[in-house]
């Protein structure tokens, strides 16, 4: 990712950094699986940023541009978005509006779960394009998008819970249309004991394993749950800043 992002950037006429360039990305895993929360897309900006000497967006389109590529044409470009605006943002498939919404939703606290499973999100994307009822689901989800913006916005924590348990749903509907495991066995069992605990969970990004993230009213619920399936807590939080030039 870092080589197609300096490429591109050269093939814009900017510095060539070479090999000067090397991006740690070893906190984005978990006992040397990929947690599947955007590493490649972090490594895109920061290595354009670099390259161009720019933190605008200049320097995002063109990570976009790269992350794009380097993907084969698929990614949405949302990822490289949220890494470069921080916050909580709402979007859609850049180039997009890009919406800056409240940091949090009063009464429900984020946990994030590592699967241990690692999943190919343009290979999960392709077999779930495949499917016959894809536009189908593609609605249904991308009316649940709208609504969590809207419950979100609202500080609605109980709307909200409700969005996220059908979009954890839908996923799998799709998945099983699909005849792949978008949400896998140890996704579903987070999704079922979070509804059985009275939160919310689904798979964060394409699934198929990486992360799940869980929407609790109670602040140490999704510790809770984490230990009842036997998953541990990924250690993050939402960034308010997002890509910054540091001296």
């Not at 490289?80 to 509006?97: E, L, Y």
């Not at 343009?122 to 649940?144: F, K």
Request: hydrophobic share 50%.
């Amino acid at each position: 990712m870092v080589a197609a992002a300096l490429a591109l950037a050269e093939s814009y006429r900017y510095p060539r950094l070479g090999e000067a360039v090397t991006i740690d990305t070893r906190a984005f895993q978990e006992h040397g699986v990929k947690l599947g929360l955007g590493s490649s897309a972090v490594a895109a900006l920061l290595a354009m940023a670099l390259a161009t000497e720019r933190d605008d967006e200049v320097a995002l389109e063109l990570a976009i541009e790269a992350h794009r590529q380097a993907a084969g044409g698929e990614g949405s470009g949302v990822d490289v978005a949220a890494a470069f605006h921080g916050g909580v943002i709402a979007t859609a498939r850049q180039p997009a509006v890009v919406t800056p919404l409240p940091s949090r939703c009063p009464g429900l606290h984020l946990t994030v779960l590592a699967t241990g499973e690692s999943a190919s999100t343009p290979a999960l994307i392709a077999q779930c394009r495949a499917a016959p009822t894809w536009r189908v689901w593609v609605a249904e989800l991308g009316g649940l998008a709208e609504e969590g913006i809207s419950a979100w916005c609202a500080r609605d924590a109980s709307r909200m819970l409700s969005v996220v348990t059908r979009a954890g749903h839908a996923m799998e509907g799709l998945g099983r249309d699909a005849g792949v495991p978008v949400v896998t066995p140890t996704i579903a069992r987070v999704m079922a004991e979070a509804e059985r605990r009275g939160a919310a969970a689904k798979p964060s990004g394409a699934g198929g394993g990486d992360v799940v993230m869980v929407l609790a009213p109670q602040a140490e619920l999704g510790a809770e749950l984490a230990a009842s399936v036997g998953l541990s807590v990924v250690d993050v939080a939402v960034d308010p800043i997002g890509l910054r030039r540091e001296a």
